[in-house]
């Protein structure tokens, strides 16, 4: 009988099945998570860390402002203060999402990022004795497996979101909080990132996005009016909006479908400005509908090369017609800021707009490799030049085209 080359080398060549230390650390704690109460997730990563030798552990998680790393409280685990994201041996393994090593006098103090897919949850801390290339690979795939414990886990408690939090928060924000998606995405042929402010007072303004094979479908909202009845309306274009995603219609339908949901649910009244966008991921063709927002931004080699004007389209909620779709081809590389409103016409009283000169200059300064660190680089930035001033919400989302095909990811070595 014929058999395939497969199952004949398979056959001369048993393959090995047992279970190695690493295998066993890790299995030990999966195994024991599934049933886990959320509060001793923490404890269970301390009593894991000691079989290996470790010592101090802590669990720092990234703040609604993404100023500080805050740690978790729980029962063995190290609580000190904040460390700050932009000057901390934590934070540079948080931002550059690396493996940071700090010596001590007795030892090596380790910072793992936790990443959950590619969104930053916070950094995994620890003190070894010493550490060689097998402690390294260890605590990577174990700082991977918290992150992915801890998203998970946080469906069930709100011990993760507490520890976050450094101010009190309103109820508008909770919900638009609740309504976001991951604040970063980044595989090798997009990236993406998003940040809100003020993080504890956002009301109106929103994003969202998916990528769905090839193509990536993106949304900037920004609710009118104030408070709750901000959050309400940007609730309802949020769902609108993902229902129609969902339903594969295209860019100018689905701006007509999230019009009436709004116009039927609120009257003429109440209106939604809005940007649409869908980016094929493997060709770089960007298409795009602006309901009332100010043009996106072009960014190459750290340079606003263009805006991406578009023809005017009524606000989402208003009765408009069918919109116009705007296109523009990508180059590897490329760079598109959306961003709402506030973020140009932010004044004090009887004092000029911030506008849009001033941002492009602060994007042109912005050094950050990634995505993430030029989105909440800019961000902070621009809260410094307007001197903390924020009588409105302000939405920054930059997507980055990077290309190819990911077919390549599916192959697997072992």
Do not use: C
């Not at 978790?72 to 904040?82: A, K």
């Not at 990077?402 to 192959?411: F, K, M, P, Q, S």
């Amino acid at each position: 009988m014929a058999t395939v080359a497969g199952e004949q080398d398979s056959r001369r060549v048993p393959v090995d099945r047992s279970e190695g230390f690493g295998e066993r650390l890790l299995g030990l704690l999966l195994d024991r998570a599934h049933e886990m109460p959320p509060q001793l997730i923490a404890p269970l990563v301390a009593e894991e860390v000691n079989r290996i030798g470790g010592r101090n552990v802590s669990i720092l998680l990234q703040d609604y402002e993404q100023r500080l790393l805050t740690p978790l409280p729980g029962r063995n685990l190290m609580i000190g203060e904040p460390e700050p994201i932009d000057d901390s041996p934590a934070g540079t393994a948080f931002l550059g999402a690396t493996t940071v090593e700090q010596p001590l006098a007795e030892g090596v103090r380790m910072y793992l990022p936790l990443l959950d897919g590619s969104a930053q949850v916070g950094v995994l801390a620890l003190t070894l004795a010493t550490v060689d290339d097998d402690d390294r690979r260890l605590l990577r795939r174990l700082a991977g497996l918290v992150a992915d414990m801890l998203v998970t886990k946080s469906n069930y408690t709100d011990q993760f979101f507490r520890a976050r939090r450094r101010a009190a928060m309103s109820v508008a924000a909770e919900i638009q909080w609740s309504l976001l998606p991951p604040l970063t995405m980044l595989t090798p042929q997009v990236a993406v990132a998003g940040i809100l402010e003020p993080a504890y007072d956002i009301a109106g303004d929103s994003f969202d996005y998916a990528l769905n094979d090839e193509i990536l479908h993106m949304s900037v909202i920004d609710a009118m009016g104030h408070s709750l009845d901000a959050a309400v309306l940007a609730t309802v274009a949020i769902g609108a909006y993902r229902h129609a995603r969902r339903a594969d219609i295209g860019l100018a339908e689905l701006y007509m479908f999230m019009d009436a949901a709004i116009s039927a649910q609120f009257g003429p009244d109440h209106f939604v400005t809005a940007q649409m966008m869908r980016l094929n991921v493997e060709t770089g063709h960007l298409q795009w509908v602006n309901a009332g927002h100010p043009p996106a931004l072009l960014i190459r080699d750290h340079q606003v090369i263009q805006t991406l004007a578009s023809p005017g389209t009524l606000p989402v909620g208003v009765g408009g017609d069918i919109p116009q779709i705007s296109e523009q081809k990508l180059r590897r590389g490329d760079r598109v800021l959306f961003f709402t409103d506030n973020l140009v016409e932010e004044h004090e009283s009887g004092g000029e707009q911030f506008g849009e000169e001033r941002l492009i200059g602060i994007i042109e300064r912005a050094r950050g490799e990634d995505v993430r660190e030029m989105v909440r680089g800019v961000s902070h930035a621009l809260m410094r030049e307007r001197r903390g001033i924020t009588t409105d919400d302000a939405t920054l989302f930059l997507v980055e085209w990077r290309g190819g095909t990911a077919d390549h990811l599916a192959t697997v070595d072992l």
